[in-house]
């Protein structure tokens, strides 16, 4: 038979302009179109591995060692060339904007082929090319990785990812990206999660900020900014940027089913809702047992016997009761006095959503 979870909820309700708000700066709730960050991208070799490298089965290593000392005078097929101490690695930086050329950015190092570590690598220099094809940075330096591989007879002690390392200002830009902003009169404001009430929220205050209607909400996203003639367009956006504005979130449950995972926003509520939640647990083991005969008997053999046992446990009803003004995470907590997982959680959660008693969005991670 199987054990019930019953769940009372008492009925409440809240009313949407009673829910608290709280208070953000533009700078962190949205952002300035065509201010962005730019994905850089390149393929290179890392060379110094202690035997720690691509190994030969990996072919297009040494085909990119072989194309690098032709560039520098020295013939070389690839097919006979044969090291352990160096691996194919896609390099990746982020070119912040503004960036001009001598910045020095920091780059992410990983292993494109079967290498076990790149500890004690060092990156030769790898062109960085953007979405366009043309190149802003050139990358080169030694490697900082946060972990270790160690092998010894077939034996392995792996700590973190040796395969993927750090160089700490790694990439020298050698391409900006031109931002002009002198000589515009309008910028887009974007929310960076859309709001029909934080976007007429923002413009107001933005409006208040300048002393003038500088400011107009389009939609739930983009809020127009216009710049007055003769105006410090630096100044402008930094004024604008440091204004705090009152946000309001969307209720949201996010889950990660995976991991086990429930983060729950603060306006999360519930309705008047009943749960019952089986809790019956099954549990099959199989044990293998060599039955052999008796002494000095004749004809007898050794014989493999499965034994199989069943174990089944009921979990006792239990009884929750959630006082008006309780949102989810008052559920959760009761929940977890009684000893149910992170995974029945999820489950309660989605169930109350399909019922109309959650109101809130679940996102599904």
Same mark, same amino acid.
């Given at each position: 038979?199987?054990?019930?979870?019953?769940?009372?909820?008492?009925?409440?309700?809240?009313?949407?302009?009673?829910?608290?708000?709280?208070?953000?700066?533009?700078?962190?709730?949205?952002?300035?179109?065509?201010?962005?960050?730019?994905?850089?991208?390149?393929?290179?070799?890392?060379?110094?591995?202690?035997?720690?490298?691509?190994?030969?089965?990996?072919?297009?290593?040494?085909?990119?060692?072989?194309?690098?000392?032709?560039?520098?005078?020295?013939?070389?097929?690839?097919?006979?060339?044969?090291?352990?101490?160096?691996?194919?690695?896609?390099?990746?930086?982020?070119?912040?904007?503004?960036?001009?050329?001598?910045?020095?950015?920091?780059?992410?190092?990983?292993?494109?082929?079967?290498?076990?570590?790149?500890?004690?690598?060092?990156?030769?220099?790898?062109?960085?090319?953007?979405?366009?094809?043309?190149?802003?940075?050139?990358?080169?330096?030694?490697?900082?990785?946060?972990?270790?591989?160690?092998?010894?007879?077939?034996?392995?002690?792996?700590?973190?990812?040796?395969?993927?390392? %750090?160089?700490?200002?790694?990439?020298?830009?050698?391409?900006?990206?031109?931002?002009?902003?002198?000589? %515009?009169?309008?910028?887009?404001?974007?929310?960076?999660?859309?709001?029909?009430?934080?976007?007429? @929220?923002?413009?107001?205050?933005?409006?208040?900020?300048?002393?003038?209607?500088?400011?107009? @909400?389009?939609?739930?996203?983009?809020?127009?900014?216009?710049?007055?003639?003769?105006?410090?367009?630096?100044?402008?956006?930094?004024?604008?940027?440091?204004?705090?504005?009152?946000?309001?979130?969307?209720?949201?449950?996010?889950?990660?089913? %995976?991991?086990?995972?429930?983060?729950?926003?603060?306006?999360?509520?519930?309705?008047?809702?009943?749960?019952?939640?089986?809790?019956? @647990?099954?549990?099959?083991?199989?044990?293998?047992?060599?039955?052999?005969?008796?002494?000095?008997?004749?004809?007898?053999?050794?014989?493999?016997?499965?034994?199989?046992?069943?174990?089944?446990?009921?979990?006792?009803?239990?009884?929750?009761?959630?006082?008006?003004?309780?949102?989810?995470?008052?559920?959760? %907590?009761?929940?977890?006095?009684?000893?149910?997982?992170?995974?029945?959680?999820?489950?309660?959660?989605?169930?109350?959503?399909?019922?109309?008693?959650?109101? @809130?969005?679940?996102?599904?991670?």
């Amino acid at each position: 038979m199987i054990a019930l979870l019953a769940l009372t909820l008492q009925g409440f309700a809240v009313d949407a302009g009673e829910v608290p708000q709280r208070e953000a700066r533009v700078k962190d709730i949205a952002s300035i179109e065509g201010i962005r960050d730019n994905q850089l991208v390149g393929y290179g070799i890392v060379v110094g591995l202690q035997g720690t490298g691509d190994s030969q089965q990996t072919t297009f290593p040494t085909q990119t060692l072989a194309a690098t000392l032709l560039r520098m005078g020295v013939s070389v097929p690839a097919a006979s060339i044969r090291v352990q101490n160096l691996a194919a690695v896609f390099v990746e930086a982020t070119l912040p904007p503004f960036a001009r050329p001598g910045t020095k950015l920091d780059v992410t190092v990983s292993s494109a082929g079967d290498a076990r570590s790149l500890e004690g690598g060092l990156l030769l220099m790898t062109p960085l090319y953007g979405a366009d094809g043309k190149i802003y940075a050139q990358g080169q330096g030694p490697l900082v990785v946060g972990g270790y591989s160690v092998s010894v007879n077939g034996n392995t002690k792996q700590y973190n990812h040796p395969n993927t390392a %750090r160089v700490p200002y790694g990439a020298i830009v050698e391409r900006g990206v031109p931002l002009d902003l002198e000589g %515009r009169n309008k910028f887009s404001l974007l929310l960076n999660d859309a709001d029909f009430r934080t976007a007429e @929220a923002v413009s107001q205050a933005i409006n208040r900020e300048l002393g003038r209607q500088a400011a107009h @909400a389009l939609d739930s996203r983009e809020i127009d900014l216009e710049v007055a003639h003769g105006e410090d367009v630096p100044e402008l956006l930094a004024q604008v940027e440091s204004v705090e504005v009152p946000v309001f979130p969307r209720a949201k449950v996010v889950v990660n089913e %995976r991991t086990g995972t429930v983060v729950i926003g603060g306006t999360v509520v519930l309705q008047p809702v009943s749960i019952l939640h089986g809790g019956l @647990a099954i549990n099959v083991v199989s044990q293998f047992e060599v039955s052999q005969p008796n002494a000095f008997s004749s004809g007898g053999a050794s014989q493999v016997v499965q034994q199989t046992r069943i174990t089944a446990r009921d979990k006792p009803v239990n009884r929750i009761e959630l006082k008006q003004g309780a949102t989810v995470d008052d559920l959760v %907590r009761s929940l977890q006095t009684i000893g149910a997982s992170a995974r029945d959680v999820i489950s309660i959660l989605q169930a109350m959503k399909s019922a109309g008693a959650l109101e @809130a969005e679940i996102e599904v991670l």
